[in-house]
Nanobody, 120 residues
Framework: QVQLVESGGGLVQAGASLRLACAAS??????YGWFRQAPGKEREFVAA????????YYADSVKGRFTISRDSSKNTMYLQMNTLKPEDTAVYYC???????????????WGQGTQVTVSS
């Protein structure tokens, strides 16, 4: 059974850092991504990475502050979030897909989400 499980969310002050993890089981996909959804807003794309470890793609709102990475030995993807802002507050979801196009935001499998709250 394919499963994605996020961890690492929490409550931090503005300017702090957090690292989210997404553990994958069941199979390996070509592309993994992070999305987030704030209260009252639509889910938005954050970042994506090719499982081969090369290309990465970021939303403009997080570019330069967030870094997506993966550890293939642990079948785990990460999102390092630095210089967090209150507007980063959201439920963060990891996702995976069979396709390799990083800018295509259609994903096949989703995790349950982890809450990130940034206080001002």
């Amino acid at each position: 059974q394919v499963q994605l499980v996020e961890s690492g969310g929490g409550l931090v002050q503005a300017g702090a850092s957090l690292r989210l993890a997404c553990a994958a089981s069941g199979r390996t996909f070509s592309t993994y991504g992070w999305f987030r959804q704030a209260p009252g807003k639509e889910r938005e794309f954050v970042a994506a990475i090719s499982w081969s470890g090369g290309p990465r793609y970021y939303a403009d709102s997080v570019k330069g502050r967030f870094t997506i990475s993966r550890d293939s030995s642990k079948n785990t993807m990460y999102l390092q979030m630095n210089t967090l802002k209150p507007e980063d507050t959201a439920v963060y979801y990891c996702a995976a897909k069979y396709g390799s196009e990083l800018t295509n935001r259609q994903y096949d499998v989703w995790g349950q989400g982890t809450q990130v709250t940034v206080s001002s």
